[in-house]
């Protein structure tokens, strides 16, 4: 979610991406989309499992809307996901982002 000043914030639904950290997600969203970095240098670099699947979960936003809500989800929270509401607001933030790099 972004705040003043271009900050992103973690989100804090319980229900939102399971247990991933939306700021680190848009982390990785914003090297992805914003700066160019190809997702096989992003995978390359992760430190741990947990950052690859962070990353998977970015170049999901390649994916369309239709085809995500028509993926069924294998996790605890799969009957309340938003993971459509969190796409949505990484998208807006990469826009904006991309936006204010433009002379």
Do not use: W
């Not at 973690?10 to 399971?18: Q, S, T, Y």
């Not at 936003?61 to 009957?79: M, N, T």
Request: net charge negative; hydrophobic share 35%; with cysteine.
């Amino acid at each position: 979610m972004m705040s003043e000043g271009n900050h992103v914030e973690a989100c804090r639904h319980p229900l939102c991406l399971g247990d991933y950290d939306f700021e680190h997600i848009a982390h990785f969203a914003r090297r992805r989309f914003v700066d160019g970095v190809d997702t096989v240098s992003l995978l390359q670099q992760a430190v741990s499992k947990r950052e690859k699947e962070e990353i998977a979960l970015v170049c999901l936003l390649d994916v369309e809307d239709d085809v995500i809500r028509d993926i069924q989800l294998k996790c605890r929270h799969a009957g309340q996901c938003k993971v459509t509401d969190c796409r949505d607001r990484l998208k807006k933030m990469i826009e904006q982002d991309l936006a204010a790099r433009k002379p």
